[in-house]
């Protein structure tokens, strides 16, 4: 009765099931590693996030790369700002997800060199050629506190680096980039400002990373485990079923092979 696993259709859905076995513990384990990052990028945030500041010249220098492992290390700089060589940055999303640009202004510093200096959001212009309304930086020395993040690139970021926009307007925070208008070095990555606040409503500061959600990763590892289950239990109850049918079918086909028999008239006699 288990002849029907040879026929075509069941020899293709066999191999479809095999096939996805082992597609899904991959899929699994991929869902599981993303866990594992978030954990892990959840820990490295909170422990920078805690850490005591420092002078940001003391993790980073023109032409460095921050590593990721100094990513939201709380430091300070004092200089004073440069607002003549201020840019936006395009695309950028507020706390609400409204539309508008990041404020980048260098921080020329007391003891020598620059660093930029996310300020945080602002609306768009209604024309995007147009330079938006910024709110001015404070003006003379001032101390910043803020967290170091790493350059932005095409590679690390998705945002594509156009070419040809509006003067002072800008795709990506990148100190090579900049340091390149400006005709002076540039600190390498760039400081997300958490203090001093603004006088007012505007630019609205960048907030603090989040390090406590864990996101959906490991809830879907454990489905695509389930499917994986699934699979072979879905097959023998197919065909325990397709045994039962042809069995039915059979025993209906001898039943009425017999009726037919029983109702034949006798011969006549001699």
Do not use: C
């Not at 390149?180 to 070095?185: F, K, P, V």
């Not at 400081?191 to 490991?218: C, K, N, Y």
Request: proline share 8%.
């Amino acid at each position: 009765m288990y002849r029907f696993l040879l026929t075509r259709q069941w020899v293709i859905l066999t191999l479809l099931g095999l096939v996805l076995i082992p597609t899904m513990i991959e899929l699994g384990f991929w869902q599981f590693h993303r866990h594992e990052h978030r954990v892990e990028q959840n820990e490295l945030i909170s422990r920078n996030l805690d850490a005591p500041p420092v002078p940001v010249t003391e993790l980073t220098s023109p032409g460095h790369t921050v590593p990721r492992s100094d990513y939201w290390r709380t430091v300070t700089a004092t200089g004073t700002f440069d607002t003549e060589h201020e840019v936006v940055v395009r695309r950028r999303t507020s706390d609400d997800d409204r539309i508008g640009v990041h404020v980048l202004t260098p921080l020329d510093l007391k003891d020598g060199g620059t660093v930029l200096v996310n300020r945080g959001w602002v609306p768009a212009a209604p024309n995007q050629t147009a330079y938006p309304d910024v709110p001015p930086a404070p003006r003379g020395e001032v101390t910043v506190t803020g967290r170091l993040k790493a350059d932005e690139t095409t590679g690390s970021s998705g945002i594509k680096d156009l070419a040809g926009l509006p003067d002072r307007q800008v795709m990506l925070i990148n100190s090579e980039q900049q340091s390149q208008l400006l005709s002076r070095t540039v600190l390498g990555g760039y400081v997300e400002q958490t203090e001093p606040a603004p006088s007012g409503d505007l630019p609205e500061q960048i907030a603090r990373p989040d390090d406590s959600s864990i996101g959906p990763h490991m809830a879907y590892a454990v489905q695509w485990w389930l499917f994986v289950a699934a699979v072979p239990a879905g097959w023998i109850i197919l065909v325990r079923r397709e045994k039962r049918d042809r069995e039915q079918a059979a025993a209906e086909g001898t039943a009425a092979g017999t009726a037919e028999t029983s109702e034949e008239p006798a011969p006549a006699s001699a």
